[in-house]
Structures are given as structure tokens and as C-alpha cells.
């Protein structure tokens, strides 16, 4: 059983940093595809792979997240995962990769799906602006002390995740970086990536520097086309492993799937408490009552 990754559009694929690493499929957009069409593609991939993580912005337009759910619906398919990314369009791009990098490793469907939400928090995504004034997708509060800061016409740095932060690059702060070795991941839209690649990987102590085209989601994400986005993360697929592989595993519910954390990535389904948990009824039992008496 192998699982495929697939993404809504092509900025969301980045080169691989190593030669073990699967790609992703890009899904066609509904201008450019019908729906009987999007039917057979979806599920040809499942038929192939045996189950499917799909990956999407939060912003992706809502016609395009219908017809994933609408395809779900009508294939029946309890196979098929449908995960939305609060990240900037690079952020998730780079969780994109690192899901691709894990796929490879023995997790269950459940558990590389549920995975999505643990690696999302340890990705620190932002990016340098020219002007932050139409920025309104992160929301960052700043004490009156800090006026001066405010993300008027001047040039910014900004972190959306995973606390968001804002400073001047020309101001001698910094944003607050990880404190785990990272590879950063950048990307230029229209202004010099002296400070990303300088100043902010030298006071980040990043380990290796990866230039990619910059997503076209990019600009209207941050309310501007001149910036350099940035991502940093953990670039090693066996630190990763161990990360994932150390959290705890239950059994949904409802599905049967293995997950981690407090939800199943594919059926939506809460993990309930201990208590409820050892009186609920198993997938299999739930089945032969759903068929009704025997006899």
C-alpha cells in the first residue's frame, strides 16, 4: 500500500532536497476540468495508491474546495484525506515536501495524514515586504511602545507562524527564529534577498539555504508582490520520522485508521476520551449492526 500527496496548484511542488523523495500530483482546477473528469482523475489516484492526502490553502477559491468534497462524496471513499493549510503559500509548500519525504516511511495512512497538524507548528514561515499597509491575513497585535512598527509604507519582516511577529529589518530586530536546526527555503518576488539569506539565516543558524521560484499565490497572500517569502523547517527526513513516530497512536472511532493528536484526517472524526474510548463500539461491530439483524 503506498500514499499519494496531492496539492491544488503547481507552486505547492518544490524540488526535492534529496533523491528519495516522491513527488506530488497536481489536481486540475475546475475551469479546466469537468466534473465527471475530476471524478476519474481523484479516483484513479486512489485505485493506484491505495489512499490520498489532499493539501490545500485556506484561501484556495471555494469552488475548487467544493468540488474536492463533492468528489469525496461521490466516490464514497473513506480513503481520501481533505486537509486545509493556514500557512503562507510557501509554508506550505515546504510541509507539502515534508509530507512527500515521510510517505516513503512505514506510517499508516492515518498517522502521515494526522501528521500534517505536528509538522504545520514546527514551520517558521514569513516573509520580508516592501510595504506591510494592505497586510490583513496575520494577525499581530503590538503594544503601544511599538508604534513605530506598525506595518505602514516602510519595508517589514513578518512571521505568520508559528507566533505571529512583525519588525523592521533596518531596526536591529529580529524575528524570534527557531531553536532547532532548519534549512530555509526562500523565495523572490521583486526585492533583494540580502537580509533573508543574510542577516535573518545567520541569526537563525539555519544549516543550508534553498532558493525556489516564488509561489504564485504568493503576492496575494501578502498583499503585495514585492517580497521575499521564506520557510524554515526541519530539512531531515529521520529527525522527522522520530518526531512523528514518538506521538502517541490511537485508533479512530469511527473509521478504524490509526492517527495522532485528537483528530482522524480522514473521516474528521474527534478522539474521544479514555473513558468513552473503551466503551465504544468497533469499526467491525459497528458494521455488522449496520446491516441489521441476522436471521
Not at 179 to 197: C, H, I, K, P
Not at 205 to 225: D, F, I, K, N, R
Amino acid at each position: 500500500m503506498s500514499i499519494a500527496i496531492a496539492v491544488t496548484s503547481t507552486g505547492l511542488v518544490l524540488p526535492p532536497t534529496d533523491q528519495h523523495t516522491p513527488g506530488a500530483h497536481v489536481l486540475t482546477s475546475p475551469d479546466q476540468q469537468d466534473f465527471p473528469a475530476a471524478l476519474d482523475e481523484i479516483g484513479r489516484l486512489i485505485n493506484q495508491h491505495g489512499y490520498l492526502i489532499v493539501v490545500y490553502p485556506t484561501t484556495t477559491p471555494l469552488p475548487f474546495v467544493q468540488r474536492l468534497h463533492a468528489v469525496r462524496a461521490m466516490l464514497e471513499t473513506d480513503r481520501m484525506a481533505l486537509l486545509p493549510s493556514a500557512l503562507p503559500p510557501l509554508g506550505t509548500a515546504v510541509l507539502v515536501r515534508q509530507l512527500r519525504q515521510l510517505s516513503v516511511c512505514d506510517f499508516s495512512p492515518g498517522v502521515l495524514g494526522a501528521s500534517t497538524r505536528l509538522l504545520a507548528h514546527y514551520i517558521y514561515a514569513g516573509a520580508l515586504l516592501a510595504s506591510g499597509g494592505k497586510l490583513s491575513r496575520v494577525p499581530i497585535t503590538l503594544p503601544a511602545s511599538q508604534e513605530g512598527v506598525r506595518p505602514t509604507g516602510r519595508s517589514c519582516a513578518v512571521l505568520a507562524g508559528p507566533t505571529p511577529q512583525l519588525v523592521r529589518p533596518d531596526g536591529g530586530a529580529t524575528l524570534t527564529g527557531p531553536q532547532f536546526s532548519t534549512a530555509l527555503t526562500y523565495a523572490t518576488g521583486g526585492l533583494g534577498s540580502e537580509w533573508v539569506t543574510g542577516t535573518l539565516a545567520r541569526r537563525w543558524q539555519v544549516q543550508a539555504l534553498h532558493p525556489v521560484p516564488l509561489p504564485a499565490e504568493s503576492g496575494s497572500w501578502w498583499a503585495t508582490g514585492k517580497l521575499v517569502e521564506f520557510a524554515a523547517a526541519i530539512p531531515d527526513v529521520s529527525l522527522l520520522y522520530q518526531m512523528v513516530s514518538s506521538m502517541r497512536q490511537e485508533a479512530c472511532h469511527w473509521c478504524g485508521l490509526t492517527l495522532i493528536g485528537d483528530r482522524c484526517a480522514f473521516c474528521a472524526s474527534p478522539l474521544m476520551p479514555l473513558e468513552q474510548r473503551q466503551r465504544a463500539i468497533t469499526p467491525s461491530n459497528r458494521r455488522a449492526l449496520a446491516s441489521g439483524p441476522v436471521g
